[in-house]
């Protein structure tokens, strides 16, 4: 995949939002809302994932669908002694692979070092998740109540 710097045009940017609707929608479908034929979607889609503009195409799961509805962000801080973290960085992200139910993490800046995401089956599941994180540091659940772009 060739990434060069590209100017999107108003025709571009309305391909994008149509595939962020629905990113399965045909391109004699995606055409009619922008006022091309299919082909000329297709190559101006194809043209974008070469630059590196599209680079996949986002599959949205339904977490409750498969008995996981309590969805929630959590900050961890991990415990310091003398400045640096009482717990090596590898051994954190090794423990964060074996979580049950976690969706993704990130290592951030700022008052916190990870946000991770879960979907858990039952709230006991979320408790037994807060012991595991309690060994790491501070943590803070936040529960998802809502989310845009995923099935309701």
């Known amino acids: 995949m060739t990434q060069r710097k590209r100017d999107l045009d108003t025709t571009d ?22 006022c091309l034929s299919a082909p000329a979607v297709r190559d101006r889609i194809k043209q974008m994932e070469e630059d590196g503009i599209i680079s996949g195409y986002k599959v949205v799961i339904d977490h409750a669908q498969l008995g996981q509805p309590i969805r929630a962000m959590i900050t961890v801080q991990i415990k310091r002694e003398h400045g640096r973290w009482r717990v090596p960085d590898s051994e954190v992200v090794e423990m964060f692979s074996r979580l049950p139910g976690l969706i993704r993490y990130w290592s951030v800046t700022g008052e916190v070092d990870f946000v991770i995401e879960v979907a858990l089956p039952s709230m006991k599941s979320l408790e037994d998740l807060h012991r595991k994180l309690g060994t790491l540091g501070i943590f803070t659940t936040y529960m998802i109540l809502e989310c845009s772009g995923e099935p309701e």
């Open 13 to 34: 940017l309305r391909i994008l939002t149509e595939l962020g609707k629905n990113a399965r929608a045909s391109f004699t479908e995606i055409g009619a809302t922008v």
